[in-house]
């Protein structure tokens, strides 16, 4: 079995900032791609930041405000959240590309989601 577990989130003022972090446990063979999602109300849930074993990239919204981050020995994945605003708030979810041991192929997890709400 493979898990994504998200921690972090919380009520933040604007202009403040949070750091989210994924673990992914597990019989992992290799983690491929690294993710952060989020969904606010009544919206689509969305790609915020992604990373990969060379690259990084990011939704234009949080662009110079947010920091994808990986560490790959112990299979966890951060997001750095700096100068939030209000229309920050969403629920956040981890998601990553996995291949399994004793598995030829690779597979997509998402997290249970952690809820950021930024509010004065």
């Known amino acids: 079995q493979v898990q994504l577990v998200e921690s972090g989130g919380g009520l933040v003022q604007p202009g403040g900032s949070l750091r989210l972090s994924c673990a992914a446990s597990g019989s992992i063979v290799r983690i491929y791609v690294m993710a952060w999602y989020r969904q606010a109300p009544e919206k689509q849930r969305e790609l915020v930041a992604a990373i990969t074993s060379g690259s990084t990239n990011y939704a234009d919204s949080v662009k110079d405000r947010f920091t994808i981050s990986r560490d790959n020995a112990k299979n966890t994945v951060s997001l750095q959240m700096n100068s939030l605003k209000p229309e920050d708030t969403a629920v956040y979810y981890c998601?990553?590309?996995?291949?399994?041991?004793?598995?030829?192929?690779?597979?997509?997890?998402w997290g249970q989601g952690t809820q950021v709400t930024v509010s004065s």
């Open positions: 998601n990553a590309e996995i291949q399994q041991t004793g598995q030829l192929y690779r597979k997509r997890y």
